[in-house]
T-cell receptor
Framework: DSGVTQTPKHLITATGQRVTLRCSPRSGDLSVYWYQQSLDQGLQFLIQYYNGEERAKGNILERFSAQQFPDLHSELNLSSLELGDSALYFC????????????FGPGTRLTVT | AQTVTQSQPEMSVQEAETVTLSCTYDTSESDYYLFWYKQPPSRQMILVIRQEAYKQQNATENRFSVNFQKAAKSFSLKISDSQLGDAAMYFCAYRTEFTGNQFYFGTGTSLTVIP
């Protein structure tokens, strides 16, 4: 157990809909990262937050947005969903003490039909 | 921007043998971290090993060890006594010490373990 939680585990929705994925980082971690992984693909970095502020942006579509709240949990909002958005979405956190590595949540598997 | 390259999309190894996965990276920084992550069929991302750039000694975790060549910007992972459970996708990752602790991942190497 990495200490990073993600909900829901699975999500099935239709094209054109909007969904929200939630992530709670490890206790004390200030940085949250979002990644997208399509089937048999590598990790695509979407966005990073640090203590509530956006720190870095990757290949995140305009239809996607995210935020990190004062309690450090983060949400990734995906709107106007397309079939190609079907993927595994990972949240990771890092930054506590002397541990520089990222710890990943179990992911949310999104299926757009 | 930093880049991480894994030039071996697929590798295979006989059970109980040793295999080495390659990773190179490009950076102008002197302080950074390198990692190997494992993604088994369950798709959970699991940290395998970590290397600090300021440490000359190569990191070791049980059957997993790295060969860190800072000047060559090379960071390979050696798996000894390979086991069936080692079959997975392996990702090399780089973390900056500056500019917001960003991470950069390679494209992954799929490792098959042959019984």
């Amino acid at each position: 157990d990495s200490g990073v939680t993600q909900t829901p585990k699975h999500l099935i929705t239709a094209t054109g809909q909007r969904v929200t994925l939630r992530c709670s980082p490890r206790s004390g971690d200030l940085s949250v990262y979002w990644y997208q992984q399509s089937l048999d693909q590598g990790l695509q970095f979407l966005i990073q937050y640090y203590n509530g502020e956006e720190r870095a942006k990757g290949n995140i579509l305009e239809r996607f947005s995210a935020q990190q709240f004062p309690d450090l949990h983060s949400e990734l909002n995906l709107s106007s969903l397309e079939l190609g958005d079907s993927a595994l979405y990972f949240c990771a956190s890092s930054g506590r003490g002397t541990t520089p590595e990222q710890y990943f949540g179990p992911g949310t598997r999104l299926t757009v039909t | 921007a930093q880049t991480v390259t894994q030039s071996q999309p697929e590798m295979s190894v006989q059970e109980a043998e040793t295999v080495t996965l390659s990773c190179t990276y490009d950076t102008s920084e002197s302080d950074y971290y390198l990692f190997w992550y494992k993604q088994p069929p369950s798709r959970q991302m699991i940290l395998v090993i970590r290397q600090e750039a300021y440490k000359q000694q190569n990191a070791t975790e049980n059957r997993f060890s790295v060969n860190f060549q800072k000047a060559a910007k090379s960071f390979s992972l050696k798996i000894s006594d390979s086991q069936l459970g080692d079959a997975a996708m392996y990702f090399c990752a780089y973390r900056t010490e500056f500019t917001g602790n960003q991470f950069y991942f390679g494209t992954g190497t799929s490792l098959t373990v042959i019984p």
